[in-house]
């Protein structure tokens, strides 16, 4: 997930909301619409789209929402920005129906025994989840219907050779759109959506499950990010393999490093960090408590969230101050660059959900393209990726003993430590957005406008 950071200047490019969705002479006329309920220029898989879409000389149509708090943005060329009104009463209902905190997050803030120290982890809780939908999950379902009734109304009058839908949470507006106006559809499937939301009800996730069912069909190409989801997509909905368009970064020369942007480190550590989001089920607080066990590493975490500060909480309990250091996020443009440094890269993702458990963050790409050694989970994608890259090591990511266990193989050798960045800087060349990106998604978008331009009178 992106990173943001301070403030930029908006180009002329960009326009305020309903400036171009009045208007229908104008752009080029081969525009593809894409649409996204993030703030869409802070995802880096929607901007690398768009990029994509631009060399390939389309105009972008970015569809989204207003950013949470007040920000200027750059847009890049060729874009053009149309935000969608937030929720009516939006605060008020975020207060009453918004997802509380895991009680599993407080204990640790508060430095009382988790449930991985005592008996099960409390990863087995989300095995029988209860019926009856949750207030949270009646925030989402709200906000999705919200999101796609204003997405329709607004791109009702908005010419279109292309929509590009990024997950389920738009796919109905582009489904109602590419029928209406006879445009093909391409559904960009990020994650197996409806199995995503550790501890939610059985009833929320048939209801996201049966949407994709019934809409995946409408979508006349489907793409998402690794085998594990595409071979899942296609068994679950019965139909043709997506086509996988790998969430890896754009190619960049490695940078030095400076070195007062670590804080203080003792000297002969090795440098391991986690970059992200800080959300539930990265396995934070035991990436944190793993930290009382290494022998020849400092931990760093460079990110934002809602969970820092019961994070920071769970670092002053510990008393690990002298071992885990937080450093201010790193603009989303610079997140491969930001990593120049360090020497290993983790991915403490937990398996809460089936979603997660298949997951392949675009994080681990970018560490290997600035050459870290890669400590990830031992979930079947990021297995595979460490057995071909042999860059890395795998742990059980809700042990804290055990993530400790494989940072102090890597770090414990500084030769071999050096190998294996070596390895992940080779590997790091090949996962491009360049070579396993940008390639399949053009070749999805000429297909498609291809098949539009044929049929002249639109699809049949």
């Known amino acids: 997930m992106p990173l943001t950071l301070g403030k930029h200047q908006v180009p002329s490019s960009s326009v305020a909301a309903g400036d171009w969705s009045s208007d229908p002479s104008s752009g080029t006329g081969k525009s593809i619409v894409m649409l996204v309920t993030n703030e869409g220029l802070a995802d880096p898989r929607v901007l690398r789209s768009m990029q994509t879409a631009h060399r390939a000389g389309f105009e972008i149509r970015l569809v989204c929402r207003v950013p949470a708090k007040e920000k200027e943005e750059i847009v890049p060329p060729g874009v053009r920005v149309h935000r969608l009104p937030p929720l009516w009463g939006r605060r008020l209902l975020k207060r009453l129906l918004a997802r509380p905190q895991d009680e599993p997050d407080v204990a640790r803030a508060q430095g009382r025994p988790a449930p991985f120290e005592t008996v099960a982890h409390h990863g087995t809780k989300d095995e029988r989840p209860g019926f009856w939908l949750k207030p949270w999950e009646f925030w989402i379902l709200g906000g999705i219907t919200w ?199 983790v991915v403490s993702y937990r398996p809460t959900t089936m979603d997660h458990r298949l997951c392949l963050p675009n994080k681990v790409f970018e560490y290997l393209q600035a050459g870290l050694a890669l400590a990830v989970s031992a979930l079947p994608e990021l297995a595979r990726l460490v057995e071909e890259t042999r860059a890395g090591a795998l742990f059980d990511p809700d042990r804290p003993d055990d993530i400790a266990r494989a940072i102090n193989a890597l770090t414990c050798d500084a030769g071999r430590l050096q190998a294996l960045k070596a390895r992940a800087r080779a590997a790091g060349a090949r996962f491009t957005w360049e070579a396993q990106g940008e390639p399949q998604l053009l070749a999805c978008y000429r297909e498609l406008v291809g098949l539009f331009s044929r049929e002249r009178g639109g699809l049949r």
Not at 152 to 161: C, E, F, K, N, Y
Not at 238 to 265: Q, Y
């Open 147 to 345: 999101f796609n009734l204003q997405a329709v109304r607004q791109l009702w009058r908005v010419p279109a050779v292309l929509y590009h839908a990024n997950d389920l949470d738009t796919l109905p507006a582009g489904v109602i759109l590419s029928r209406w106006k006879r445009v093909p559809l391409l559904y960009d499937a990020h994650e197996l959506f409806s199995a995503q939301f550790a501890g939610s009800s059985r009833q929320f996730r048939g209801i996201l499950f049966w949407l994709e069912h019934w809409l995946i069909r409408s979508a006349h190409k489907v793409v998402t990010v690794n085998d594990s989801i595409a071979e899942t997509l296609s068994q679950w909905h019965r139909v043709p393999l997506p086509t996988v368009v790998m969430n890896c970064p754009f190619a960049v020369e490695a940078v030095r490093a400076e070195p007062s942007s670590f804080g203080e480190a003792r000297t002969g550590k090795a440098r391991v960090i986690f970059q992200g989001v800080y959300l539930r089920d990265r396995g934070l607080e035991e990436l944190i408590l793993s930290a009382a066990w290494y022998d020849s590493a400092e931990l760093y975490l460079r990110g934002y969230g809602d969970l820092e500060p019961s994070l920071r909480a769970l670092v002053r309990a510990r008393g690990l101050e002298g071992r885990v250091h937080f450093l201010s996020p790193a603009h989303p443009a610079r997140l491969v660059e930001s990593l120049a440094g360090f020497d290993v890269g």
